[in-house]
């Protein structure tokens, strides 16, 4: 059974539908289910302790969720470092020279974008250089979001020469206005993304991104769910976390001279 809540990270639509889709697998006995969740991290506990209530009413169900560290919340997880992902991109951004660099981010009331935003205020402080919150807009990890969130900080520093996006897509947006209002990439501001999804490689300029496992982390999470499945009482109420490593992939949107780097693998 494949099922989408058909909504953004924290929208009331979304959790709603979300919760509707828990309890109909539930209710229809599967052995197991690995999701992405659409909960808020300010209300999670409550939120995670109900559905594990009613995964367990009937027979335990094993839950994993793909992408946050729900560990702490006894839910198995296979997740991303985000804070240390986030400090990749800028600290490559600062050792292509940039002295002020932006960063073009998701919803504020995500866990996964809070830890993006530290990673990549922690590395400006510690390269001692300038930040400031007119630096930092909001997205949705749309295209468009991208290309509308851009304008602020591109107005109020007009002189920036480093942007990271939290995605490919909203970077594809930054591109777009950069390219509009007569801003060479990488000459005069260099770009890095979030994902490596294929488009960021076909680019021109190709996009340099962080690229995370993304199948991998479904592979792994699968293999976590059948041996939850298979062996029920192994390390029973004991959550398991694997943290998914991420590089850093150079393409022309920061050295212009990077060759193409087509990795196909992961497609």
């Known amino acids: 059974m494949i099922c989408d809540a058909q909504g953004t990270y924290g929208d ?17 006995r599967v052995d197991g289910i690995i999701f992405v969740s659409s909960v808020s991290t300010e209300n999670r506990e409550k939120y995670f302790s109900q ?28 997740y991303f470092d985000g804070y240390a992902n986030a400090r990749m991109a800028t600290q490559h951004l600062i050792e292509c020279g940039c002295k002020k660099i932006g960063h073009i981010t998701g919803p504020t009331h995500m866990e996964i974008v809070k830890e993006r935003v530290k990673g990549y205020k922690d590395c400006l402080k510690e390269n001692n250089l300038y930040l400031g919150e007119e630096m930092i807009a909001h997205g949705d990890y749309s295209y468009l979001s991208g290309y509308v969130a851009v304008k ?9 020469d480093g942007l990271f996006c939290g995605n490919d897509q909203m970077a594809i947006g930054v591109m777009k206005y950069l390219n509009e209002h007569g801003k060479r990439i990488p000459e005069d501001i260099k770009l890095v993304g979030y994902d490596d999804v294929f488009l960021a490689s076909v680019l021109e300029p190709s996009l340099s991104t962080i690229h995370v496992r993304k199948r991998h982390a479904g592979i792994e999470a699968a293999k976590m ?13 004991q959550p398991v976390g694997i943290k998914m490593d991420a590089r850093l992939v150079v393409r022309q949107s920061t050295v212009k001279t990077a060759s193409g780097d087509w990795d196909l693998v992961d497609w």
Do not use: W
């Not at 559905?51 to 335990?60: H, V």
């Not at 602020?152 to 920036?160: G, K, Y």
């Open 12 to 28: 009331k639509q979304a959790i709603k539908r979300e919760k509707e889709l828990f309890r109909r697998m539930i209710a229809s």
């Open 51 to 78: 559905i594990k209530k009613q995964a367990n009413k009937y027979k335990n169900i094993p839950l994993v969720s793909i992408e946050r560290d729900l560990t702490s919340v006894g839910i198995d997880s296979v």
């Open 152 to 160: 602020q900080p591109m107005e109020q520093v007009p002189d920036m």
């Open 225 to 237: 769910l059948f041996k939850r499945i298979e062996n029920p009482n192994e390390n029973f109420g």
